[in-house]
């Protein structure tokens, strides 16, 4: 118990955002296209009511950091990060996990970081190919 004061609890949550490419190469600017992509991650990375949760192989959850909870400095900074730092807006939606024993390493499928990146990079092709139209248009 002693150790366990001293780090801290044995759980992180983790919040973070994709952004996207353009088909020019240029990296998009438009907040609500990034938000947009967050939120169909989202949908595809989260569990559906009576759903067994063992068929998914990576479950997220999300919310939004807006200026009224975060202040105008954070917003702004989560957004330059972004790269979405001239668009208009102060609601950025994030996507969450929750890492129950940091120091998990290794998995039967090979190193937990490789799992994961293997599993982000699947879920945000698919779901750009799918938004893909949507970029392009706006809507």
Known sequence: MTLLRE????????????????PDGTLNTDLEAANRLNRALYGRLSIDPGDDIYAYPLV???????????????????KR??????????????LRSVIMDP????????????????????????????????FATGY
């Open 103 to 134: 120091w998990l390493t290794e998995t039967s499928k090979g190193s937990f970081i490789d799992v994961l990146e293997s599993e982000f990079r699947n879920a945000a092709v698919a779901t750009i190919g799918e938004l893909r139209h949507t």
């Open 60 to 78: 997220v959850s999300t919310t939004d950091f807006d200026v009224a909870a975060y202040g105008p400095t954070y917003i702004d900074d989560y």
């Open 7 to 22: 780090i801290g609890p044995d759980q992180n949550i983790l919040s973070y955002a994709f952004n996207f490419y353009l």
């Open 81 to 94: 990060r972004l790269g979405v730092g001239g668009s208009p807006g102060g609601i950025v939606t994030v």
